[in-house]
């Protein structure tokens, strides 16, 4: 009798010990059940190509608790569906989201790193624009001319050629490496050019300001001598001839007259030759150099600066 209800109790530990850890293992998680139900059917949903349905399955997963991976997926599955900033701001949000053990941190971060270069390769980026004057026509990448937006353009990452008409005429071009998820700038400008005319005769050559200069100061200075001739030297000359000297007197009268007279003969000399080159500058200009030609000054500017070109015509 003893020996019997030794076993009892042998029978009854042994089932404690077994059974009832085996019936907690095997009751079911209901809520990591349906997780693991909606994370199955985006990703199948995902290699079918429905993003939407992916969309909306990670979605309700999310609103019963949110996981690291399945805003990793939620982002990829709204990038395939070309909605790329919310895939951006998926992505943002799985950084500060609660971690599973699988897959490894390591291996999320890794495709995250993946994924966001995606983006960056595949969804377009957008350009501001700038047209001067703002009448420009505007043509990317060949395509019909349009008028210069207001907006902000969406545009695929890569290089691009924008192209500004007046009038059907180009007037301005600039090439462009465009980002995806950034935006640009392209400033489209038309050169302005500004045209100038000298003064010039109907029917003859323009006279240069050189001649009037070499005219001017030729008959200034011949004026200049008269004037030294009769205030200074003609009554030099008259006093010499009536007034009584003594020897030194005389000698002394008589060098400074003679130096008077040098004076005002170089200036007489000099008067006549810039007057004589005066003269034969206004002979070139009246009868041999012709109608004077207007000068072009072109004005530019662009994205790398400012700058003027000249023109000359002889």
């Given amino acids: 009798?003893?020996?019997?209800?030794?076993?009892?109790?042998?029978?009854?530990?042994?089932?404690?010990?077994?059974?009832?850890p085996a019936l907690a293992?095997?009751?079911k998680n209901p809520v990591k059940e349906q997780l693991l139900k909606l994370n199955e059917e985006a990703v199948e949903?995902?290699?079918?190509?429905?993003?939407?349905?992916?969309i909306e399955r990670l979605e309700e997963s999310l609103a019963i608790e949110e996981l690291n991976v399945?805003?990793?997926?939620l982002g990829r599955a709204y990038a395939k569906n070309g909605q790329c900033n919310k895939a951006l701001e998926a992505y943002d949000r799985m950084a500060v989201a609660p971690r599973v053990d699988e897959p490894s941190p390591e291996l999320i971060f890794a495709t995250l790193?993946?994924?966001?270069?995606?983006l960056l390769e595949t969804c377009p980026g957008k350009v501001r624009i700038r047209c001067n004057p703002s009448t420009l026509q505007v043509s990317v990448d060949g395509a019909a001319p349009m008028a210069c937006p207001e907006r902000l353009q969406e545009v695929a990452p890569g290089p691009h050629r924008f192209d500004a008409f007046d009038a059907g005429e180009l007037v301005s071009s600039q090439e462009n490496e465009i980002e995806g998820m950034s935006i640009s700038y392209v400033d489209l400008i038309k050169p302005q050019v500004i045209e100038y005319k000298s003064a010039e005769a109907d029917n003859a050559?323009?006279?240069?300001?050189?001649?009037?200069?070499?005219?001017?100061?030729?008959?200034?200075?011949l004026l200049m001598a008269a004037v030294i001739d009769q205030a200074f030297i003609a009554p030099d000359v008259e006093h010499a001839n009536t007034a009584l000297f003594t020897p030194a007197d005389a000698q002394m009268f008589s060098d400074a007259l003679d130096t008077k007279q040098t004076v005002n003969a170089v200036v007489l000399i000099g008067g006549?030759?810039?007057?004589?080159t005066g003269?034969?500058?206004?002979?070139?200009?009246?009868?041999?150099?012709?109608?004077?030609?207007?000068?072009?000054?072109?004005?530019?500017?662009?994205?790398e600066g400012l700058g003027l070109t000249f023109q000359m015509r002889f």
């Fill in 25 to 27: 293992c095997a009751k």
């Fill in 113 to 118: 790193t993946k994924y966001r270069a995606e």
């Fill in 279 to 303: 003269l034969g500058s206004l002979a070139y200009d009246l009868f041999f150099s012709g109608p004077a030609q207007p000068d072009e000054v072109s004005a530019w500017a662009n994205a």
């Fill in 45 to 54: 949903a995902l290699a079918a190509g429905d993003y939407v349905l992916a």
């Fill in 205 to 221: 050559g323009s006279i240069s300001g050189l001649t009037w200069a070499a005219l001017g100061t030729g008959a200034g200075l």
């Fill in 272 to 276: 006549g030759v810039v007057l004589a």
């Fill in 1 to 20: 009798m003893e020996r019997c209800l030794r076993n009892l109790v042998v029978g009854m530990v042994v089932l404690v010990t077994v059974l009832v």
């Fill in 70 to 73: 399945t805003y990793l997926n």
